[in-house]
Protein backbone atom coordinates (compact mmCIF):
# COMPACT_ATOMS: atom_id res chain seq x y z
CA UNK A 1 0.00 0.00 0.00
CA UNK A 2 1.20 3.70 -0.45
CA UNK A 3 2.16 5.58 2.23
CA UNK A 4 4.21 7.06 4.59
CA UNK A 5 6.85 5.44 7.06
CA UNK A 6 8.30 7.11 10.30
CA UNK A 7 10.11 5.51 12.18
CA UNK A 8 10.95 4.17 15.13
CA UNK A 9 7.77 4.96 16.83
CA UNK A 10 9.40 6.00 20.07
CA UNK A 11 12.93 7.64 20.55
CA UNK A 12 15.03 8.68 23.62
CA UNK A 13 17.39 11.30 23.28
CA UNK A 14 20.17 11.99 26.10
CA UNK A 15 21.35 15.50 26.93
CA UNK A 16 24.05 16.47 23.86
CA UNK A 17 22.88 13.83 21.68
CA UNK A 18 21.94 14.28 17.82
CA UNK A 19 19.55 11.74 17.28
CA UNK A 20 17.61 11.51 13.35
CA UNK A 21 13.92 10.32 12.59
CA UNK A 22 13.72 8.77 9.58
CA UNK A 23 10.19 9.12 7.02
CA UNK A 24 10.15 7.17 3.59
CA UNK A 25 7.13 7.77 0.94
CA UNK A 26 6.18 5.72 -1.30
CA UNK A 27 3.38 8.05 -2.78
CA UNK A 28 5.62 9.89 -5.36
CA UNK A 29 5.21 12.93 -3.97
CA UNK A 30 7.19 15.79 -4.54
CA UNK A 31 7.02 18.12 -1.38
CA UNK A 32 7.74 16.71 2.03
CA UNK A 33 7.15 18.24 5.65
CA UNK A 34 8.48 18.25 8.64
CA UNK A 35 5.71 18.92 11.68
CA UNK A 36 6.51 19.12 15.68
CA UNK A 37 3.24 18.75 17.90
CA UNK A 38 2.73 19.70 21.28
CA UNK A 39 -0.40 19.74 22.98
CA UNK A 40 -2.35 22.43 22.95
CA UNK A 41 -0.10 23.30 19.75
CA UNK A 42 -1.44 22.44 16.63
CA UNK A 43 1.40 21.59 14.13
CA UNK A 44 4.38 24.21 13.65
CA UNK A 45 6.54 23.64 10.65
CA UNK A 46 10.19 22.82 11.20
CA UNK A 47 11.09 21.90 7.43
CA UNK A 48 9.99 21.35 4.08
CA UNK A 49 11.33 20.10 0.48
CA UNK A 50 9.45 20.94 -2.64
CA UNK A 51 12.07 19.26 -5.05
CA UNK A 52 15.36 16.83 -4.14
CA UNK A 53 18.18 18.48 -3.45
CA UNK A 54 16.44 21.91 -1.74
CA UNK A 55 14.90 22.09 1.56
CA UNK A 56 13.73 25.82 3.55
CA UNK A 57 13.51 26.25 7.09
CA UNK A 58 9.82 26.25 8.33
CA UNK A 59 8.81 28.15 11.75
CA UNK A 60 10.58 26.69 14.02
CA UNK A 61 13.55 24.98 12.29
CA UNK A 62 16.13 26.16 15.09
CA UNK A 63 17.97 23.48 16.45
CA UNK A 64 16.62 20.75 13.94
CA UNK A 65 18.61 19.63 10.16
CA UNK A 66 17.42 17.90 7.32
CA UNK A 67 18.65 16.46 4.01
CA UNK A 68 16.84 15.46 1.14
CA UNK A 69 18.72 13.64 -1.23
CA UNK A 70 16.42 11.29 -2.50
CA UNK A 71 12.66 11.49 -3.47
CA UNK A 72 11.56 9.17 -0.98
CA UNK A 73 13.55 10.21 1.81
CA UNK A 74 13.58 12.92 4.15
CA UNK A 75 15.26 12.57 7.61
CA UNK A 76 15.01 14.84 10.37
CA UNK A 77 17.91 15.59 12.92
CA UNK A 78 17.31 16.97 16.04
CA UNK A 79 20.52 18.41 17.37
CA UNK A 80 21.71 19.11 21.15
CA UNK A 81 21.34 22.47 20.20
CA UNK A 82 17.38 21.65 20.70
CA UNK A 83 16.72 22.35 24.17
CA UNK A 84 13.66 21.20 24.18
CA UNK A 85 12.80 18.33 22.13
CA UNK A 86 10.18 16.39 23.42
CA UNK A 87 7.43 16.37 21.27
CA UNK A 88 4.96 14.25 19.05
CA UNK A 89 7.18 14.70 15.17
CA UNK A 90 5.14 13.85 11.88
CA UNK A 91 6.19 14.03 8.46
CA UNK A 92 4.04 14.67 5.64
CA UNK A 93 3.98 14.53 1.82
CA UNK A 94 1.87 16.02 -1.07
CA UNK A 95 1.87 15.76 -4.97
CA UNK A 96 2.74 19.48 -6.23
CA UNK A 97 0.72 18.53 -9.73
CA UNK A 98 -2.53 18.10 -8.30
CA UNK A 99 -3.84 21.39 -6.70
CA UNK A 100 -6.63 19.27 -4.51
CA UNK A 101 -4.49 16.96 -3.38
CA UNK A 102 -3.96 17.33 0.56
CA UNK A 103 -1.14 16.36 2.30
CA UNK A 104 -0.34 12.84 3.77
CA UNK A 105 0.98 12.13 7.05
CA UNK A 106 3.21 9.34 8.94
CA UNK A 107 2.26 7.89 12.09
CA UNK A 108 4.65 10.36 14.16
CA UNK A 109 7.97 9.25 16.19
CA UNK A 110 7.31 10.86 19.95
CA UNK A 111 10.99 11.67 20.76
CA UNK A 112 11.48 11.92 24.63
CA UNK A 113 14.51 12.93 26.81
CA UNK A 114 15.89 10.79 29.21
CA UNK B 1 -1.38 37.54 8.73
CA UNK B 2 -0.83 33.63 8.41
CA UNK B 3 -2.72 32.47 10.87
CA UNK B 4 -5.82 30.39 11.72
CA UNK B 5 -7.81 30.64 14.72
CA UNK B 6 -9.44 27.39 15.71
CA UNK B 7 -12.59 27.04 18.59
CA UNK B 8 -13.48 25.66 20.42
CA UNK B 9 -10.24 23.72 22.23
CA UNK B 10 -11.95 21.23 23.22
CA UNK B 11 -16.25 19.88 22.70
CA UNK B 12 -18.23 17.95 24.50
CA UNK B 13 -21.40 16.22 22.72
CA UNK B 14 -23.96 13.40 23.28
CA UNK B 15 -24.23 10.57 21.21
CA UNK B 16 -26.63 11.72 17.92
CA UNK B 17 -26.11 14.92 18.89
CA UNK B 18 -24.36 17.74 16.33
CA UNK B 19 -20.70 18.68 16.59
CA UNK B 20 -19.60 22.38 15.34
CA UNK B 21 -16.03 23.30 14.70
CA UNK B 22 -14.86 26.62 14.03
CA UNK B 23 -12.25 28.54 12.16
CA UNK B 24 -10.84 31.91 11.37
CA UNK B 25 -8.91 33.42 8.96
CA UNK B 26 -7.08 36.25 7.44
CA UNK B 27 -5.39 35.74 4.72
CA UNK B 28 -7.46 36.13 1.90
CA UNK B 29 -4.91 34.56 -0.56
CA UNK B 30 -5.60 30.78 0.84
CA UNK B 31 -6.69 28.64 -1.74
CA UNK B 32 -7.52 25.00 -0.11
CA UNK B 33 -9.27 24.60 3.48
CA UNK B 34 -9.01 21.18 4.98
CA UNK B 35 -9.76 19.23 8.06
CA UNK B 36 -7.91 16.73 9.70
CA UNK B 37 -9.24 14.02 12.14
CA UNK B 38 -6.42 12.78 14.55
CA UNK B 39 -7.01 9.76 16.99
CA UNK B 40 -4.66 9.24 19.94
CA UNK B 41 -0.95 8.53 18.84
CA UNK B 42 -1.11 8.64 14.96
CA UNK B 43 -1.14 10.98 12.35
CA UNK B 44 -4.06 13.74 10.99
CA UNK B 45 -5.71 11.84 8.31
CA UNK B 46 -7.91 14.14 5.63
CA UNK B 47 -11.25 14.37 6.71
CA UNK B 48 -13.01 16.74 4.34
CA UNK B 49 -12.03 19.87 1.96
CA UNK B 50 -13.35 22.79 0.59
CA UNK B 51 -12.42 25.79 -1.88
CA UNK B 52 -13.13 29.06 -1.41
CA UNK B 53 -15.58 29.07 -4.54
CA UNK B 54 -18.04 26.39 -2.62
CA UNK B 55 -19.76 27.40 0.24
CA UNK B 56 -20.58 23.94 1.01
CA UNK B 57 -19.50 20.50 1.16
CA UNK B 58 -21.08 17.35 2.65
CA UNK B 59 -19.71 13.93 3.03
CA UNK B 60 -21.44 11.59 4.70
CA UNK B 61 -22.36 12.53 8.07
CA UNK B 62 -19.43 15.67 7.64
CA UNK B 63 -20.29 19.06 6.37
CA UNK B 64 -17.74 21.94 5.81
CA UNK B 65 -19.85 25.40 5.50
CA UNK B 66 -18.16 28.08 4.07
CA UNK B 67 -18.28 31.75 4.37
CA UNK B 68 -16.16 33.46 2.40
CA UNK B 69 -17.24 37.26 3.30
CA UNK B 70 -16.72 36.30 6.56
CA UNK B 71 -13.09 34.70 6.22
CA UNK B 72 -14.48 31.84 8.51
CA UNK B 73 -15.66 28.42 8.22
CA UNK B 74 -16.68 25.46 10.37
CA UNK B 75 -17.05 21.88 10.69
CA UNK B 76 -20.35 19.76 11.42
CA UNK B 77 -20.59 16.71 12.48
CA UNK B 78 -24.22 15.15 12.49
CA UNK B 79 -25.21 12.56 14.77
CA UNK B 80 -21.93 12.35 16.52
CA UNK B 81 -20.24 9.02 17.18
CA UNK B 82 -18.50 7.70 20.15
CA UNK B 83 -16.60 6.60 17.59
CA UNK B 84 -15.99 10.32 16.12
CA UNK B 85 -14.03 11.10 19.98
CA UNK B 86 -11.00 12.31 17.96
CA UNK B 87 -8.79 15.73 18.05
CA UNK B 88 -9.99 17.86 14.84
CA UNK B 89 -7.62 20.70 13.16
CA UNK B 90 -8.81 23.10 10.40
CA UNK B 91 -6.11 24.06 8.02
CA UNK B 92 -5.18 26.66 4.84
CA UNK B 93 -3.33 26.31 2.33
CA UNK B 94 -0.88 28.86 1.15
CA UNK B 95 -1.43 29.00 -2.62
CA UNK B 96 1.42 27.29 -5.12
CA UNK B 97 3.67 29.62 -6.43
CA UNK B 98 6.37 31.66 -4.62
CA UNK B 99 5.22 29.93 -1.12
CA UNK B 100 5.03 26.62 -1.72
CA UNK B 101 1.56 25.33 -0.99
CA UNK B 102 2.41 24.78 2.92
CA UNK B 103 -0.66 24.31 5.08
CA UNK B 104 -1.15 26.84 8.28
CA UNK B 105 -3.11 24.64 11.14
CA UNK B 106 -5.05 25.83 13.88
CA UNK B 107 -4.31 24.14 17.13
CA UNK B 108 -7.01 21.69 17.35
CA UNK B 109 -10.18 20.93 18.80
CA UNK B 110 -10.79 17.90 20.98
CA UNK B 111 -13.51 15.98 20.85
CA UNK B 112 -15.50 14.08 23.07
CA UNK B 113 -18.83 11.98 22.58
CA UNK B 114 -20.56 10.42 25.23
CA UNK B 115 -22.32 7.64 25.06
Known amino acids: DGGITQSPKYLFRKEGQNVTLSCEQNLNHDAMYWYRQDPGQGLRLIYYSQIVNDFQKGDIAEGYSVSREKKESFPLTVTSAQKNPTAFYLC?????????????FGDGTRLSIL | QQQVKQSPQSLIVQKGGISIINCAYENTAFDYFPWYQQFPGKGPALLIAIRPDVSEKKEGRFTISFNKSAKQFSLHIMDSQPGDSATYFCAARIPYGGSQGNLIFGKGTKLSVKP
Open chain 1, 92 to 104: ASSSRRASNQPQH
